[in-house]
């Protein structure tokens, strides 16, 4: 593992982190909000299907409060100062019925579009796999081809310093990653 | 399905296109090719877990040869041209052998990462499903808990007019994409 970036790439992907110290008095613009979800609107995916699937809350409405409900405990402890919360879904099934295992896939393509615009605008996002996706599909109703994925936190990154115990130590921790020989299993760039 | 983007998001995102027209005289330099690969490995991941696995041939060698190889006759009459092939594959089991669902979602931010970066760098990226995972698995000798699941071509975009029939239909029809209202489900900003 290592935490060097060995050669220069774009600045907002060196600089994307997942913090948690959001600034709880933050609130986000529907522009940026819109801006953010056009971002992952245009992702690419197999035969343009589409999978992704979002519900927006922002902090007081009741679709955050619902999505916040999800989350685990942890995670409910910090992401609540978020300014929105985004319940990201993919339809895993094709029209006929027949499963799409790409749409996982396809839904990270679009998640990814969608936090790059978010960080290119200021704002931060923290994406958790660590909520109850039934209980999400259950809040929102959603028919049996659409499964909850992840959940999206975007806000205005806060002081460090608010957090304590775990989450501040994760929050000052450096970010690590394989080296590029681990990842690279052939064909490694000289 | 609506093609205007109703609002501005990042350039590169509003340029990035999938297209099919590589230069065949083109090639890239290795600095490049490990920018590229470098934003794919700064990518989140569901516990920093880092699923993502690539093989990268460069036009005219083995890896590129194997990875064409496993393309359908379709993609493989216009990615013969690309600069470099990458086959992506996703470790989609945790080291105790159960299953890791949210691999394939990973592997997705990762490649997002990835083309941002070429297209941020004046390389164009198209990423293909229609390729045969098996013989991939076969080809490269992949372990049971390394699963292929798509091919990018990366290179120079050439003129569109060298390519014919349904090839130069696809290259100049306009991007489309389903409307905002149909993929956010809940709180759509006004």
Redesign the interface.
Known sequence: MSAT??????PV??N?R?PRSFDATATIS??A???I????????S???F?P???????RG?E?FTSILGTLVPFNQSWANRASALVLV??VDQNEDGSPR??S??????????L???AH?RGQVAH?M?GFDAAKAAAT?ELPTQIAP??VIAIGTQGPAEQLEGVLLERENAP????D?AE????????
């Open positions: 970036t060995s050669t220069p790439i774009h992907l060196t994307r997942s529907n522009e909000l819109l801006a979800l056009e971002a992952a609107r245009w992702a690419p197999a035969n343009n589409q992704w699937r979002f519900h927006v809350g922002v409405d679709v879904s993919v295992p790409i996982g896939f396809d839904a990270g393509l679009a998640v990814s579009q936090t790059f615009e290119s994406q796999a929102f994925i992840v970010r690590q990653r394989k590029l990842i690279v299993l052939a064909g490694l760039p000289n």
